[in-house]
């Protein structure tokens, strides 16, 4: 056993928890769209083609935002394709996955799954082989009245009212060499200045995601940012961010401790995003949006062979990965000053928390943490100290074994807690110094039987979430015993 304690006090603030942080990235690729979310041939299909399994297990995420049409996909797609009557679209060629894009699934359908799904939607334009007048086409398509051309297409389309589209992203990974259209940071940057003033010329309300660097380790990474921001800053309202991480080594301990370097790209792009407002004398500091996240390692199978829904990177997550990405979650709301959009990337298929095999659909490991946090995510992040066991990782420096975040709402406590011990129960010792806890309001915890295990069609419910009773309160504190490698979701009521 070892003990850790959590010392708070309720004024001592990070900022408000955005709930765009629990959003998600659906793409044009393998089988996220279609056999994913859209799939009129299931036996699943809602009215509109769109599985009611997926969307059902979906609803329990609570994802506020999501992230369409790409990705890498958008750096060659033309959003007129996939508009007006399915008869009349083409059948295209996708070269960032080699793939065959039928059109089936569009503008339209996307904005029609958002409002059944109760998201909003973030549209990414194409500034790889597309123009910024493209994209600013595109947002009169969507949030157009009725009277000029392409809202009159909409129209025509059958959708009278405006979709009220409010985030744009500019564009995807511009940083790296594989993307359609890459080119260097300050032609990137004019690009993106001149499309974000003729889409914010048609919508003044519009929100802006500029791209930031998509890889740490990319020669390019922050000098990009800088350079992006020196020239657009005053155009951008958030700046994005990337990151997928693996156990390649096969060093749990070490896997764990990612965070610290999750937490380390947020603070650089942070300094990046001050410099840029006090070299541009601005009031208001771009934000980060980290519209890209997730386990992935295993599965590198990124050309489609030019077939409709091919299998890629189709990822078997177990509970190691669960507990990373409950990792990345309570890195964003430490961050709550300044991350304030995130989107795991993806939502079905695709490296996703869900998995679909024929009529089938498995619930992964990864999916439990975000649907724990979310729906505890409303509040204030709270700075705190962890006082208890360390240990050192060799790629990422010492960590506590505890990893926490947590959210404080009136009278409500929010702790989500990893113990990160391979063999050891952990102690947990909460400490709220201005406030009284005074019951558990309600609790969950993920573990399994070993680091790697996962769930399977076979075996669904290895590695899934449970209530967690094992919470005392005494003299106004809360103490709970977590097991090795596990998480856990704790609602504590305050007096």
């Known amino acids: 056993m070892e003990k850790s304690a959590i010392h708070l006090h309720s004024k001592i603030q990070v900022g408000t928890v955005d709930p765009r942080i629990f959003g998600g990235f659906l793409e044009h690729m393998g089988r996220a769209v279609y056999q994913g979310v859209y799939d009129p041939e299931s036996k ?6 769109c599985r009611k399994d997926v969307l059902e297990a979906l ?6 935002v999501v992230r369409y049409p790409g990705g890498n996909f958008v750096s060659g797609y033309h959003w007129e394709d996939g ?3 399915r008869e009349n679209r083409p059948t295209v060629r996708d070269l960032a996955w080699n793939s065959i894009e039928t059109n089936m699934f569009g503008t339209d359908e996307f904005i029609q799954l958002c409002r059944k799904m109760n998201w909003s939607p973030m549209m990414s334009i194409n500034l790889g082989t597309g123009t910024p007048e493209e994209g600013r086409n595109w947002v009169e398509y969507c ?3 009725k009277g000029t051309k392409y809202a009159d297409m909409r129209i025509d389309n059958g959708n009278s009212d405006p979709f009220d589209v409010k985030l744009w992203c500019l564009g995807n990974e511009m940083d790296a060499e594989w993307q359609l259209g890459h080119v260097p940071a300050r032609e990137y940057a004019i690009r993106a200045q001149q499309a974000s003033k003729l889409m914010k010329d048609f919508d003044r309300s519009l ?16 000098t990009w940012d800088r350079e992006v921001l020196e020239y657009v800053a005053s155009y951008a309202d958030y700046i994005s961010a990337h990151r997928y991480v693996g156990n390649e080594n096969d060093d749990t301990a070490d896997f764990l401790a990612v965070t610290n370097s999750i937490d380390k790209q947020i603070e650089e792009t942070e300094a990046v995003c001050r410099y840029a407002q006090a070299k541009n004398k601005l009031w208001k500091r771009t934000a980060i949006c ?3 996240w997730n386990v992935w390692y295993r599965t590198h199978d990124v050309d489609g062979n030019q077939q409709i829904a091919p299998h890629l990177i189709e990822e078997v997550y177990n509970l190691e990965d669960a507990l990373v990405a409950a990792g990345f979650l309570n890195s964003f709301i430490r961050h709550a000053d300044t991350v304030k959009i995130a989107n795991i990337a993806q939502i079905v298929n695709i490296i996703a928390p869900l998995l679909t095999k024929g009529d089938g659909l498995l619930i992964q490991s990864i999916f439990y943490p975000f649907e724990m946090m979310s729906r505890r995510r409303n509040g204030v992040s709270l700075r705190f100290a962890v006082e208890g066991p360390e240990y050192a990782s060799p790629s990422y420096g010492k960590v506590n074994t505890i990893d926490v975040s947590t ?3 009136e009278n409500e406590l929010q702790l989500f807690t990893t113990n990160r011990s391979l063999d050891k129960t952990a102690e947990i010792h909460v400490n709220l110094a201005d406030r009284e806890i005074v019951s558990l309001s309600n609790a969950e915890i993920l573990t399994g039987p070993d680091a790697k295990a996962s ?14 009773d094992s919470v005392t309160i005494n003299k106004g504190k809360a103490i709970y015993e977590m097991p090795p490698l596990s998480f856990a979701a704790v609602s504590l009521k305050l007096k």
Do not use: W
């Not at 699943?44 to 083609?49: R, T, Y």
């Not at 609803?59 to 506020?64: G, I, Q, V």
């Not at 399977?456 to 967690?468: A, G, L, M, W, Y």
């Open 455 to 468: 769930n399977s069609f076979e075996k669904p419910d290895v590695v899934i979430s449970q209530p967690f």
């Open 83 to 85: 508009v007006g009557p």
């Open 207 to 222: 929100e802006m995601v500029v791209c930031g660097s998509c890889n740490v380790d990319l020669p390019t990474y922050m």
């Open 407 to 409: 959210i404080l709402s």
């Open 44 to 49: 699943h299909a809602d009215e509109d083609g």
């Open 143 to 145: 949030n157009g009245q």
């Open 59 to 64: 609803e329990r995420l609570k994802m506020t």
């Open 290 to 292: 980290f519209d890209e």
